[in-house]
């Protein structure tokens, strides 16, 4: 099985389809759920992303293959998913399921906290602005850990991300107790599961 670290030439449309097709699985085709502070879903996709993605039919009627778009664009480009797919494609899927279900800056944030943490005081790498963005200096000090520290690495850095999304979830329901209906299974499909069946961890 591969670790997913240093694969060479990848083609990150495979590993989207392949993502994405385990998102939206989680995710169901439809749920209009009152407890859920994000509204209807269709595919996962919200109802305020769909229309801010120019979608004005109802949600319930949303196709798969548009859902799947705006996934590529707004949760998988956008925030340089992609080229982090070059690096690791098992990190690539965690950070889209974050984002998917946190906001697609959330994962990077994430990811640059942890970085900040494994760089030895600034001896392997320099500390990165936890911005939530995906640029040159994030790319620089993720390629960089990668390089130093292999699979290692790589396993240490997907498990702290995890921790941080399971954090989240803790505070997400503690802030607003109604989120609770929902604690268990973020905990159980999300910071613990979150992959493709497969995917090494």
Do not use: C, K
């Not at 989680?26 to 407890?35: H, I, N």
């Not at 503690?174 to 995917?199: I, K």
């Amino acid at each position: 099985m591969s670790s997913g670290v240093g694969v060479g030439a990848v083609d990150t449309d495979v590993v989207f389809r392949r993502v994405i097709d385990s998102v939206i699985g989680r995710e169901g085709r439809y749920s209009a759920d009152p407890a859920d502070r994000g509204g209807a879903t269709a595919w996962g996709i919200t109802e305020a992303v769909a229309r801010a993605e120019g979608w004005t039919g109802a949600m319930a009627e949303l196709p798969r293959e548009v859902a799947v778009s705006i996934y590529r664009r707004r949760y998988w480009q956008a925030p340089g998913l992609d080229r982090i797919a070059m690096l690791d494609t098992v990190l690539a899927e965690r950070l889209l399921d974050i984002g998917v279900n946190m906001g697609a800056a959330t994962g990077i944030r994430f990811l640059q906290r942890a970085l900040n943490v494994l760089n030895r005081q600034g001896a392997a790498f320099a500390d990165i602005a936890v911005d939530g963005a995906f640029g040159p200096a994030t790319e620089t000090a993720l390629a960089g850990l990668l390089r130093a520290r292999g699979t290692e690495g790589a396993r240490v850095l997907r498990g702290m991300i995890a921790a941080q999304q399971a954090v989240r979830y803790i505070e997400i329901a503690e802030h607003d107790p109604t989120q609770e209906e929902f604690e268990f299974g973020w905990q159980l499909n999300r910071a613990l599961g979150g992959l493709t069946p497969g995917s090494p961890a």
